[in-house]
């Protein structure tokens, strides 16, 4: 059995595409998952199973979402294995940073197409910095990321691709709680 984590991709923010985790919970046991839990409200959802088609996991999650709540929402999944290599790939890690709030990853819906990534990198973000690693963006906002121009929308349009954001926290947090599922 494999232990994934599907993030959801602009839920519960700024009063759009609301989803209460409990009943996100609930519909996804029609699902052949199991251990279903889920971290805060921004969409981050942990569970086990034996399929290992990850495109069909994130379609039947995505399919069962609309079902139930009537809008689509991009779901990205990876095994507790590409999380931990996430994570040991950040150029912005601890030793380095005073908070762990200020590194985020954004997760990459498939590795972007080398032009579009040279002109992503022209673009001056100020003070931000990024670096992508075939399907992941490592960020570090020394600023409160509402300032910023380096917001996933503009990942996502300059790029190409679906992407979701979550904090180094965050990211360290959930981590743990799959090793202890």
Wanted: net charge neutral.
């Amino acid at each position: 059995m494999q232990t994934y984590i599907a993030f959801l991709r602009g839920i519960n923010v700024s009063g759009q595409k609301l989803i209460k985790m409990e009943t996100l919970r609930s519909i996804l046991t029609e699902l052949p998952i199991e251990n279903i839990s889920t971290y805060i409200q921004s969409g981050n959802i942990i569970f086990t199973s034996n399929l290992t088609n990850i495109s069909d996991l994130e379609n039947q999650i995505a399919n069962s979402i609309e079902k139930h709540f009537g809008y689509q929402v991009p779901v990205l999944i990876l095994t507790l294995e590409e999380l931990q290599k996430c994570a040991q790939q950040n150029p912005y890690s601890d030793d380095k940073i005073n908070d762990p709030t200020q590194p985020y990853v954004t997760f990459l819906s498939k590795e972007p197409a080398i032009t579009d990534l040279d002109l992503f990198k022209s673009i001056d973000f100020k003070e931000d910095k990024h670096i992508t690693i075939n399907k992941v963006m490592y960020i570090f906002y020394p600023n409160p990321t509402g300032n910023s121009k380096l917001t996933n929308s503009i990942i996502e349009s300059k790029l190409k691709v679906k992407a979701t954001t979550r904090n180094w926290k965050t990211i360290n947090k959930l981590i743990d709680l799959m090793l202890n599922l």
